[in-house]
């Protein structure tokens, strides 16, 4: 996939409508469309790249601080017992899109499948953002803090 294809990247370029709750130079957060449970978030490098194996070292350092830093706040807005991160690289592990997924869990609930997804309402979406991107200001870390 090249990027004048990727939905990532028209997100990331602003082409493309998402429930944003994280942006700097490099990285971007937003809420999955198809999400497994409410608050399920991808975070993405803004430039394009077809798997961790092309990410730069310290962009990919970078990237997995950001994600820690959701990945509290997605925590704290959510009330979930606790959060699954998963990252597929390649075809034979499922990966269509270069991302983290940053998903929150419950004691006694099984994880969908991701084929199992319906999409979910925008609105809803945009009040799980906003609750998550109140987490986030209230932090005040960065991912340099890390």
């Not at 409410?38 to 961790?52: C, D, F, Q």
């Not at 350092?61 to 959701?70: F, P, R, S």
């Amino acid at each position: 996939m090249n990027e004048n294809f990727c939905i990532f990247c028209r997100i990331a370029q602003k082409q493309a409508v998402a429930s944003r709750v994280y942006e700097d130079e490099k990285i971007m957060a937003f809420l999955d469309i198809r999400p497994l449970n409410k608050g399920h978030t991808l975070v993405i490098p803004k430039a394009h790249y077809e798997n961790i194996f092309d990410v730069p070292q310290e962009l990919n350092a970078y990237l997995h601080g950001v994600t820690k830093q959701i990945a509290i706040a997605v925590k704290k807005a959510t009330g979930a017992d606790g959060i699954t991160i998963i990252q597929q690289n390649g075809k034979a592990a499922n990966q269509d899109i270069p991302h983290v997924h940053v998903i929150p869990r419950y004691e006694g609930k099984k994880m969908p499948r991701f084929s199992e997804t319906t999409e979910a309402d925008k609105e809803e979406l945009n009040v799980i953002a906003a609750k998550i991107q109140k987490q986030l200001a209230n932090s005040a870390r960065t991912p340099d803090a890390f």
